[in-house]
């Protein structure tokens, strides 16, 4: 703990200047430059924030400083907010899905010569104000000071996938009186881990299946981002009305599904007749064990299988020893389950989120909550 903590009261959450947001990425690569210098992370950072999903003021980077400096560059913690484009489903007469605007939140960082001064705890019960309607929010609390000053106040929901486990962002809520922050919600992964005699299967075998299947190229990912938030839509309906829940679900165009890395692979069948089956994937080679995560499936209990072999030839192919999905639905679980694949909680990246509106978060479901959501 520093010797002289601010007093939260001294301190409010502002948008990071130009060289405050360098400073940030700096600060950050000791976490997460995963084995890139601090050059090559900073860089390669900045290049991503300038893709479509973070481009024209949808990434802001937030700091808490003091009130009386606040384009410090001492300043005490951090984070970024992109916004999304999501979308609700409410059951009765009309449960068709509607857009609203979101916020994904990521790179929650206090300096370790400022932690457990309070700092983080604070910049994220202040991050309601900016992100929320004030009028969807309970009083500014006094002891706080002044509320912050900029905000988007266009929220209907944020989120965040915690590595810290679901306690710390649930008691940063709006009010520091009890108010819930951000609720955990079904952190679920359906995992299949390659054994050696899979691996060692002959990698140019010809494949077995019935279906036809095409690789797919950036623009025809564009096509099927575009594609799937109708589907999505629909399928959002559909549950509304079947489940008398509400539904909500982030979007994968606009860059959001292709946000997630250059290794990108898709696969897709039956393009052009109805709804097909796809997978889009990220590769992650620096993790102890190379695993393949998807970013978006869509399949049903017949189609699951077959992927599910082009998949495994793909990854035989990359040395992947791990295929993870995160998020899938109950009926594809049991089909996966059939196949040897284990569905557990995840330990980490716990998918959590804060809703402004009058439900609670019980009564909703976030549907595709899938890897592509992630920020
Ligand atoms: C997590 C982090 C942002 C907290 O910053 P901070 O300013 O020290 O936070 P606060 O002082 O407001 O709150 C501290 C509380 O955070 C929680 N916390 C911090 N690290 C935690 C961890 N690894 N696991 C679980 N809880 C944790 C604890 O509740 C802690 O309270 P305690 O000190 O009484 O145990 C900081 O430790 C950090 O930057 N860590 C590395 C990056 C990271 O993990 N970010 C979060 C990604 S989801």
């Keep these: 703990m520093s010797s002289n903590p601010i007093l939260l009261e001294n301190l409010s959450l502002f948008p990071a200047t130009p060289e405050q947001t360098l400073e940030c990425l700096k600060r950050t690569a000791i976490e997460w430059a995963n084995g890139f210098t601090t050059e090559d992370f900073v860089r390669r950072e900045t290049i991503l924030s300038l893709q479509e999903h973070g481009a024209e003021g949808k990434l802001t980077s937030w700091v808490i400083a003091p009130r009386a400096n606040p384009k410090t560059l001492d300043f005490m913690c951090s984070c970024d907010t992109f916004r999304r484009t999501a979308v609700v489903a409410r059951p009765g007469a009309d449960p068709k899905a509607k857009e609203i605007i979101a916020y994904g939140i990521a790179s929650v960082f206090t300096p370790p010569e400022k932690r457990r001064n309070g700092y983080a705890r604070h910049m994220m019960r202040l991050l309601h104000w900016v992100l929320a309607p004030w009028s969807t929010l309970p009083p500014f609390p006094k002891a706080w000071g002044a509320p912050p000053a900029v905000a988007h106040g266009n929220a209907q929901l944020s989120i965040l996938y915690s590595d810290i486990g679901p306690n710390f962002y649930y008691t940063c809520g709006p009010d520091g009186n009890g108010t819930p922050g951000w609720v955990e919600c079904e952190s679920v992964e359906t995992s299949l881990v390659l054994s050696s005699e899979r691996m060692r299967e002959n990698v140019s075998a010809p494949h077995k299946s019935s279906h036809s299947w095409m690789w797919l190229g950036e623009d025809d990912m564009k096509y099927v981002w575009e594609q799937d938030v109708e589907w999505m839509k629909a399928d959002l309906a559909?549950?509304?009305?079947?489940?008398?829940?509400?539904?909500?679900?982030?979007?994968?165009?606009?860059?959001?599904?292709?946000?997630?890395?250059?290794?990108?692979?898709?696969?897709?069948?039956?393009?052009?007749?109805?709804?097909?089956?796809?997978?889009?994937?990220?590769?992650?080679?620096?993790?102890?064990?190379?695993?393949?995560?998807?970013?978006?499936?869509?399949?049903?209990?017949?189609?699951?299988?077959?992927?599910?072999?082009?998949?495994?030839?793909?990854?035989?192919?990359?040395?992947?020893?791990?295929?993870?999905?995160?998020?899938?639905?109950?009926?594809?679980?049991?089909?996966?389950?059939?196949?040897?694949?284990?569905?557990?909680?995840?330990?980490?990246?716990?998918?959590?989120?804060?809703?402004?509106?009058?439900?609670?978060?019980?009564e909703i479901d976030w549907a595709f909550n899938e890897r592509f959501c992630w920020v």
């Excluded at 709804?275 to 049903?300: G, K």
């Design 238 to 362: 559909a549950s509304a009305s079947s489940t008398s829940r509400l539904q909500v679900a982030f979007l994968t165009d606009k860059g959001v599904g292709a946000s997630q890395g250059a290794t990108l692979h898709d696969v897709l069948e039956n393009i052009g007749s109805g709804r097909p089956t796809f997978a889009t994937w990220s590769l992650d080679t620096l993790a102890s064990s190379r695993t393949l995560i998807l970013t978006r499936l869509r399949a049903t209990r017949v189609t699951f299988p077959a992927l599910v072999e082009r998949l495994i030839e793909f990854a035989r192919r990359c040395d992947v020893v791990k295929i993870e999905i995160w998020g899938m639905n109950t009926e594809l679980q049991e089909v996966a389950g059939g196949l040897g694949w284990e569905t557990t909680r995840r330990a980490s990246h716990l998918a959590s989120m804060k809703w402004y509106g009058k439900e609670v978060s019980d």
